[in-house]
């Protein structure tokens, strides 16, 4: 056997070409929920009391570990349970960071 085969053998063998590289593509950064401050949440409070369903909105709002924005129409806003509905993506009205009226173009 020449010296380049036997070489070959001893080489490192990857089953999944490509799989670390899409593992640290998954990978986030987990960050804890940020307490909003009073004024702040008041804030918040007023821009909730402006939105109605089928609204156009942007949510920014914390989710298992992560801040997520999503922008669509807002489906079912329920002040009882605390839930805000945007397209099919039900945010906890406590988990919010953000959200923000689209403008309506006359």
């Known amino acids: 056997m020449n010296r380049e085969d036997r070489a070959k053998q001893f080489m490192p ?3 999944l070409k490509g799989y670390p590289e899409a593992l640290r593509k998954k990978e986030k950064i987990v960050v804890p929920k940020i307490e909003l ?3 702040y949440q008041e804030e918040l409070d007023r821009k909730l009391r402006q939105i ?3 609204d156009v ?3 920014v709002f ?3 570990g992560e801040y997520l924005q999503k922008k669509g129409m807002v489906s079912r806003i329920d002040t009882s349970a605390r839930v805000i509905q945007i397209v099919n993506t039900k945010i906890c009205i406590d988990d919010l960071y953000d959200i923000d009226k689209e403008n309506e173009m006359m």
Request: charged content about 35%; hydrophobic content about 45%; overall charge positive.
């Open 62 to 64: 914390f989710f298992k």
């Open 52 to 54: 109605k369903k089928n």
């Open 37 to 39: 401050p009073e004024e």
């Open 57 to 59: 909105v942007t949510a």
């Open 13 to 15: 063998f990857a089953a």
